[in-house]
């Protein structure tokens, strides 16, 4: 049953482990009228009611921090709940079974499928602002126009073994998989905190359902 | 399909945003949280705050207006002017910018670009890079200057592509480019200068110095190469809004953000 909203349940959970976005992803967060907790500590992260994992640079350091933090298994046990959850960038792509960046690093193994480098022959990093295809609907998309233009920056993607968790994609090169969505866990290889004010609206997608009535019960 | 990006420079000093033309006679030209949020109405890419006087004693005003323009401002923030160590970057990261620019200090010790990028990521590292071409050379080529917060510089010795090459190599991963030459005159990008760099580095290019029309961010995009461009006075005294520079830029099939 969907509970109505009260202020003590608007708080949303984020994982601080040195992502150099924190600070942006906290602020859209708290602009749309939300409360972030930040933290790094495995208990709160198992508490949570709805979990964001923020993160921007190289993957092997960030598992690194997960690890020294004490954070995988916590995160891993969340998603394995099917609690609702949003990895942004990095936190996307460290979802995976393991990333081609700096030679081959296990991630935490949550979405079968590897993380590869961008093909030569663009401009490296992909940065800027690209188109993102819906693939189908999805209520992160709610009020989302198709083909909308978010904020890229990155060198490598994720390729998830199945394809059907794809729900957006972004052409580069490659058509690289910007959106997953696979049950309460979603995904960005964008930036919807640098994304303006279409990027607000995703995350404000994400925290009405995480909060209100979870995907799967919809 | 990749859009180019159309980004707005605020010379910022004393936490008031400046114009100056070819780095000389400061003009005011307003509060930078406030022209943030205006240019982020009009449909900016990305904004950049460049701190021209940098001084230790002023670091701390430029990191609160980050701190109030991420706040409010929820598109990429660049920020550039006097960094010269993980530390100063690292509080303009905590601040809220998504990128630094540094040019004098990896000038003077290019391993500062590598310590920079291997903790932060390469992705906010940019170069910034302020180029004179040098006179009665052909085929054309231009010099690195460091110090241009001051007036005028001072030349590195450093050739701009080789510059360019050797800093992709320790990890920035985009370089804005600056005409000193084109810089505050309001008669277009330096062209082959941007050809030059566009065409040797595999990382982004943004065009700097010298915007005047629209039509001079046409020929950067284009001609240039360039995959995004700066701009400062054309924008803040309203000569062009950056609207109607977009409308322009679709006109003529760019891929454009709008």
């Not at chain 2, 010379?11 to 000389?24: A, L, Q, S, T, Y």
């Not at chain 2, 310590?115 to 932060?120: L, P, S, T, V, Y």
Request: net charge negative; aromatic share 8%.
């Amino acid at each position: 049953m969907p509970k109505m909203l009260k202020d003590g349940h608007k708080v949303i959970t984020i994982i601080d482990y040195g992502a150099g976005n924190l600070r942006s992803v906290v602020n859209a967060v708290t602009k749309l009228g939300f409360q972030p907790k930040i933290t790094n500590n495995p208990d709160d992260v198992s508490s949570a009611r709805a979990l964001i994992l923020p993160g921007v640079g190289a993957a092997a350091d960030a598992m690194a921090s997960l690890k020294k933090l004490g954070l995988v298994s916590p995160i891993r046990r969340f998603i394995a709940e099917d609690r609702p959850f949003f990895g942004i960038c990095l936190g996307l792509q460290i979802l995976f079974s393991g990333t081609e960046e700096g030679g081959w690093h296990e991630c935490l193994d949550i979405i079968p499928g590897r993380v590869r480098k961008l093909p030569a022959g663009l401009k490296i990093p992909h940065m800027g602002w690209n188109q993102v295809r819906q693939k189908i609907s999805h209520p992160l998309f709610d009020g989302v126009p198709n083909e909308a233009n978010f904020y890229f920056v990155h060198s490598y993607y994720a390729e998830p073994d199945d394809k059907s968790l794809v729900v957006g994609e972004t052409e580069y090169g490659v058509s690289i998989c910007s959106v997953i969505a696979r049950g309460n866990l979603v995904g960005t290889q964008f930036h919807p905190e640098r994304s303006g004010e279409i990027g607000l609206k995703i995350y404000d997608n994400f925290m009405k359902f995480a909060l209100t009535a979870r995907l799967s019960s919809l | 399909m990749l859009t180019k990006r159309i980004i707005p420079c605020l010379d910022v000093k004393g936490g008031r945003v400046v114009k100056g033309v070819k780095f000389r006679d400061h003009r005011d030209a307003g509060d930078p949280v406030e022209l943030a949020a205006f240019y982020n109405e009009q449909g900016a890419d990305e904004l950049v705050f460049y701190d021209i006087t940098a001084s230790s004693d002023e670091r701390g005003i430029m990191q609160a207006v980050v701190e109030r323009t991420a706040n409010q401002v929820f598109i990429p923030l660049t920020v550039g002017g006097g960094l010269r160590s993980v530390e100063d970057i690292r509080r303009m990261l905590e601040a809220g910018a998504d990128k630094v620019s540094i040019n004098t200090a990896a000038v003077l010790d290019p391993s500062f670009i590598t310590r920079a990028a291997e903790r932060f990521g390469s992705q906010c590292i940019v170069l910034g890079m302020d180029a004179k071409c040098i006179p009665g050379v052909y085929p054309p080529r231009w010099e690195v200057f460091t110090h241009t917060g001051a007036d005028g510089g001072r030349a590195a010795g450093l050739d701009a592509v080789a510059w360019a090459l050797q800093a992709v190599e320790l990890g920035v991963g985009e370089i804005v480019v600056n005409s000193i030459d084109a810089d505050g005159t309001q008669a277009g990008y330096d062209l082959e200068l941007l050809r030059a760099i566009s065409g040797a580095v595999t990382v982004p290019v943004v065009a700097s110095g010298g915007a005047g029309t629209p039509e001079d961010l046409y020929q950067a995009l284009v001609s240039g190469k360039a995959d995004a461009v700066l701009a400062a006075s054309i924008f803040h005294y309203g000569t062009y809004s950056i609207s109607e520079t977009k409308e322009y830029l679709v006109k003529q099939g760019i891929p454009i953000r709008i």
